[in-house]
């Protein structure tokens, strides 16, 4: 149990009593009760779920980037510098008949998205998976891919815009160079992103990730405006990097500085200052509609690892827990990635979830943003747990202040555990 005390504008000060197993929270004894119809509208479509099944193609692990702080890189495949041989071809064929009669099977895919390594290195297979998939599924279902931007010229820049494919584009202000060339100030790329923001601004976005070097999430938004010359842009996401070798933890950002970035990323949501960060907005309303209502279940996960509307495949129709692995990972307590193949007529296997269930029924019990954070990433590394922890609770934090003020109008101004 938890007691938030909240500042008021007038001077004034309240307390909630909170509850963080149960999610309940009450004030003065008296539950409180929420009208949903009452909470902010959220711009962020993300809000606004579809029924429709969500599918994420793990093109492979090649890139022309070496982000100092990449957990991919030793997943890393063998670079090809030719289109797929035919017996590739043949399994992109493949895997394109599964996922329409796939498609059928669950009333239409709502969205398939492309990731790497760097997307754009598999341009003639984005190209073949799009042709065939738009032809057989029809305008509704939407196509995405994320790619450092770096390959964002040509034909593949051309081909982007022809078929307004959206777009993540990732880009970490002033801690750029620790993640490679700059793609918005790149003579061969500038314009072009610049036109890649020109077009609807909910169909490109920044996902930058918030290393040493970085900047605030603000000071990111407010450079990337100022080269591109545009009022408004969205990030798709911003987070913390996740520590997972001794490469990573030399340019993340220290654990000593995680309150001061905490506080800052709670008051710029709560001044307005970050309004390309909708996502934040969409979390704070997740957590005020589900107050009262429901506690998440062990074993729920924060990303669509465990999700039965998110399939993540290969183009070999292996199903993986995630994008970040392969088919062939093993991480180092022996946990395989892969959940089964598409073609079968087996149901896929559920990931393994053994490690977040320990942390969620363990050291999260008590935790006052347990409901957000849900015991974070459940591929963390034991060795660096300590670490990502309390990153991810400088992350989520600001989202408990957001939903309170949106909830009372205070300002979250500290966290007392009672028992």
Known sequence: MYNLILRHSDGGKSILEYNEENHEMTQAGRRLSLDAAELPACK???????????????????????????????????????????????????????????????????????????????????????????KALGPETLFFL?????????????????????????????????????????PKTAANIRALFARDPEKTSLAPVITSKSGSMKEICAEAKTILGVEELRLTDASLVVVVDEASRNVAVPASDLPAYSRCLHKDLLSGNLPEAQWAYTEALVF?????????????????????????????????????????SVDEEGEKHLLGTIFSSRPKKSPDLHRLKERQTGRCRHCVVRQICKGGCPYWSKTYLDYNCKAYHAQTFPLLGLALHMLTGGVLAEVVRTH
């Open 44 to 134: 962020d479509a993300r809000w606004q779920c579809s029924e429709k099944l969500s599918v994420r193609i793990s093109l492979g692990k090649r890139c022309n980037f070496h982000c100092a702080y990449c957990h991919q890189e030793k997943w890393r495949d063998r670079a090809r510098k030719r289109l797929p041989e035919d017996a590739e071809k043949k399994d992109l064929a493949r895997l394109v008949h599964a996922l329409v009669k796939l498609a059928q099977e669950h009333g239409g895919i709502g969205d398939i998205q492309f990731w790497g390594g760097e997307a754009l290195m598999y341009f003639e297979e984005i190209r073949y998976l799009h042709a065939e998939l738009s």
């Open 288 to 328: 005020l509609r589900d107050l009262n209502v429901r506690s998440f279940p062990v074993g729920a996960t924060r990303c669509f690892a465990a999700s039965p509307k998110t399939l993540t495949v290969d183009m070999h129709g292996n199903i993986l827990t995630c994008q970040n692995f392969s088919a062939s």
């Open 146 to 186: 994320a790619t450092n931007g770096a390959l964002m010229h040509g034909e593949r820049f051309r081909w982007v815009m022809e078929h307004d494919i959206r777009v993540s584009l990732s880009w970490d202000g002033k801690g750029q160079f620790l993640r490679g060339e700059d793609i918005l100030r790149s």
